[in-house]
């Protein structure tokens, strides 16, 4: 049995990428908001026990798997929900 992945035609293709689009910025937007929060309360901590590069660089370490979790998430049930839809689309 084979499980390979059929394919879509041009106008199916492009109302999937119409559906990700949006979740593409969110993902862009939240990456880049949660370095800032990362940066931010990484050089708060600094500032507050006088130990320069130390939390900040820890934050923002910490930060880097959590955004790819929930990127990874997000764009998993994106791409799940907008194939569904092209597969009911396609049945009628």
Request: net charge positive; aromatic share 8%.
């Amino acid at each position: 049995m084979s499980n390979s992945p059929r394919k879509l035609s041009k106008q199916q293709q492009a109302e999937i990428n119409r559906q990700l689009a949006p979740v593409y910025s969110k993902v862009g937007s939240l990456t880049f908001f949660v370095g800032l929060v990362a940066l931010l309360v990484g050089l708060w901590i600094d500032r507050t026990y006088n130990t320069k590069p130390i939390f900040m660089l820890v934050c923002v370490i910490v930060s880097i798997p959590l955004v790819l979790f929930i990127n990874t998430r997000m764009m998993r049930s994106a791409v799940k929900k907008a194939a569904d839809a092209a597969k009911t689309d396609v049945k009628k």
